[in-house]
């Protein structure tokens, strides 16, 4: 006879079903090789945002090859946020027709695939191999939160830490190594790209043991009943779910316009590709400060109302300095944007959580804010170009982000009350 706490822990995330007899003994056996799934979980994490940050340095060399506008250069990165949020909408189904291991497993393979394809010489697969990366991304960005409250209950905050944290890890170390692996390869740009489709290989490799341990699981589910005859949360229909969503849009956005043009804007006042690379690569890495620390604190809190204060301050006056003097105080406005964004994310991510009441809820959750919130990101880049080009400057596309991060703080303020979906 399964206790409460043990039917609690494993309702599948993804797709609020409760494992039969099989389904039940596969979980067990997963969750007896811990260090197994949390490998798996931290290469994972480390891809999320690889093939993303690995563009930016390059996207100079990347437009003169094709001959791309500023408008059209925006595109390389915007590709991909746009189909973060359209691979969400079908996230949550290929977890509940395949399970979360299988599809994990996939996305994987299909990102591999994708940034191989990106570096094929032609501008359509560029663009292509982005929708490939982009929707693997967002498999995999859709189904951990729901995988990690499923498997780690009572230690989701901290969990989400390791994965925020493995995550902007991995965009750092892609940042800093974009140019030094060009000129190392010898391949230009596209050997630079195409590296990074070895992590994700060893990532899926590492993922396999568990598609194997699960493998008795799907297809055995039956559907949940919640207690007392309760009805499945709705999340489109409530309040606090748009809130935690418009909060992950806006911190989406405002990190997505630096990932695409941070290292664009220190070049054109005059700095060499190498610093801005450097930069770049040091605000990813104080990113990992900001995503490790404030998930642990939000965890601790019963509102987490001063993180996000914090947090939009920092960005804000990262975005400021970056108005004012963007080389002259390069370093600590890098740093400032850094720990103001991976707090943001990891507070985005931590609110799907903590204002979820139940792991079937905060699949549905991530899903919701996930889908549109970077569908409301991918405009950010694509917006930032577009003013450039129009202005010769950077200060109106600075200046709209300053609104972002205003607009961010009001809606965050209300999503970080004490209260659950």
Not at 234 to 249: C, D, H, I, K, Y
Not at 391 to 412: K, N, Q
Request: proline letters at 4%; charged letters at 10%.
């Amino acid at each position: 006879m399964r206790t409460e706490e043990e039917t609690r822990m494993l309702v599948d995330a993804e797709a609020g079903v409760r494992p039969s007899a099989a389904g039940t003994a596969a979980r067990r056996a997963l969750l007896a090789h811990p260090a197994v799934l949390l490998v798996g979980i931290v290469l994972a994490s480390l891809n999320m945002r690889v093939a993303l940050a690995s563009v930016a340095p390059l996207v100079g060399e990347i437009s003169g090859a094709f001959g791309l506008s500023a408008t059209a250069s925006s595109l390389v990165t915007s590709v991909p946020v746009l189909f973060l949020g359209l691979g969400a909408l079908v996230a949550p189904s290929l977890g509940r027709r395949f399970g979360t291991e299988r599809v994990l497993f996939a996305a994987l393979l299909l990102l591999g695939i994708g940034i191989l394809a990106r570096v094929l010489p032609s501008v359509y697969a560029l663009y292509a191999g982005g929708v490939l990366v982009g929707t693997a991304i967002a498999l995999l960005n859709v189904l951990m939160p729901g995988l990690i409250k499923r498997d780690f209950p009572d230690r989701a905050a901290s969990m989400t830490s390791v994965y925020t944290g493995a995550m902007i890890a991995g965009a750092t170390a892609a940042a800093a190594a974009a140019v030094p692996l060009e000129n190392a390869l010898g391949g230009g740009w596209e050997a630079s790209l195409g590296f990074w489709s070895l992590l994700a290989a060893v990532a899926a490799l590492a993922w396999l043991p568990q598609v194997l341990i699960a493998r008795g699981r799907t297809g055995h589910e039956v559907r949940a009943v919640p207690a007392g005859g309760a009805r499945p949360v709705r999340v489109w229909r409530s309040a606090l779910a748009w809130q935690v969503t418009l909060f992950m849009g806006l911190q989406s956005l405002w990190t997505y316009v630096l990932i695409a043009w941070m290292p664009t804007i220190f070049t054109d006042h005059g700095m060499s590709r190498s610093t801005a690379g450097m930069i770049f690569a040091f605000n990813n890495l104080t990113q990992v400060a900001g995503a490790f620390a404030v998930p642990l604190l939000a965890g601790r809190m019963r509102s987490q109302r001063p993180l996000i204060v914090l947090v939009t301050t920092l960005v804000a006056a990262g975005y400021a300095g970056l108005a004012v003097a963007p080389v002259e105080g390069a370093w600590l406005w890098s740093a400032l944007l850094g720990i103001g964004q991976g707090g943001g994310i990891g507070l985005a991510l931590t609110l799907i959580v903590l204002r979820a009441g139940d792991a079937a809820t905060a699949a549905r959750l991530s899903g919701m804010a996930q889908t549109v919130g970077y569908l409301m990101a991918a405009a950010g880049p694509l917006a930032a170009g577009a003013l450039h080009q129009a202005t010769g400057s950077w200060t109106l596309p600075i200046c709209g982000v300053l609104g972002v991060c205003a607009t961010a703080l009001a809606v965050g303020l209300l999503a970080a009350r004490n209260r659950t979906v």
